[in-house]
């Protein structure tokens, strides 16, 4: 924590953080990217220097070169890519749920999984597999960017002006906003698929029974219809019996 106090608008080092971790971060999950954009927003809460927005810009753009270069690597290297990052059972779920989502919401589930731990690779890589048009790609990952670099680096900076006198302090109560708001934004999501989810099947069941019904209608005779062959008959043996 105390190397919150090397962090700030003249430190070189926190422009090579804004862009780099955020740019890896969609290839190795495990880089704290939102973190260090949110320790740059709490070590800038007391600044009223304009350098504290060209930090948000180069979050920001590091995010979207990470987002296109997973793109990229799982369009060019589709198979191999998805055995690596996709391994085991758990890894094929996140993969056909991401695959999922993307065809039920399209750009929407891009930009919306940018704020839920591990959704941002698994969405992108699986972007590039399925060739998801790239023009719309790049629009929602650079409007993904632009929202989460300005959320992480606000959120920072609240919590660096609660506790301006313990950074420390600022930046575990910024970390503990941004777990609270990807639960639930993550709730939200499984809930929105769960409704889609039961509509689906809930039309699919009525358009069987509609189909079934119609069938059985073909099936079934008009009312009179056996009488009128009956009678039909009828007349034919009688015309044949009067022919003898």
């Known amino acids: 924590m105390t ?7 003249s430190s070189l080092i926190s422009y090579v953080i804004a862009v780099l971790l955020p740019a890896f971060d969609a290839l190795i999950p495990l880089l704290p990217s939102e973190t260090a954009v949110i320790a740059l927003g709490v070590a800038t809460a007391g600044s009223a220097d304009p350098r504290a ?9 590091g995010a979207f070169l990470g987002d296109n270069a997973a793109y990229l690597l799982g369009r060019r290297f589709g198979p191999a890519a998805a055995r690596r990052v996709f391994a085991g059972e758990r890894g094929m779920s996140r ?29 992108t890589l699986t972007c590039g597999l399925v060739g998801y048009p790239r023009r719309r790609f790049v629009a929602a990952t650079a409007g993904a960017a632009v929202i989460w ?3 992480a680096f606000l959120i920072g900076r609240l919590g660096g002006k ?10 575990l109560l910024a970390l503990g906003l941004t777990a609270v708001i990807s639960v639930l934004i993550e709730a939200v999501r499984r809930a929105w698929v769960l409704r889609r989810t039961r509509q689906e099947r809930a039309g699919a069941a009525e358009q ?22 009956a009678g039909t ?3 034919g043996l009688a015309e044949q019996r009067d022919g003898r």
């Open 3 to 9: 190397g919150l106090s090397h962090l700030g608008v």
């Open 53 to 61: 927005a060209l930090l948000v810009a180069l979050a920001a753009f």
């Open 95 to 123: 993969r056909d749920s991401a695959e999922r989502s993307l065809h039920r919401f399209g750009a929407r589930i891009i930009i919306g999984c940018r704020f839920i731990p591990g959704g941002r690779t698994a969405i």
């Open 149 to 151: 670099a300005s959320y």
């Open 162 to 171: 609660a506790f301006e006198d313990r950074p420390w302090a600022g930046l």
């Open 208 to 229: 069987a029974g509609a189909q079934e019904h119609t069938q059985s209608r073909e099936r079934t005779p008009p009312p009179g219809a056996g009488g009128r062959l």
């Open 233 to 235: 008959a009828s007349l």
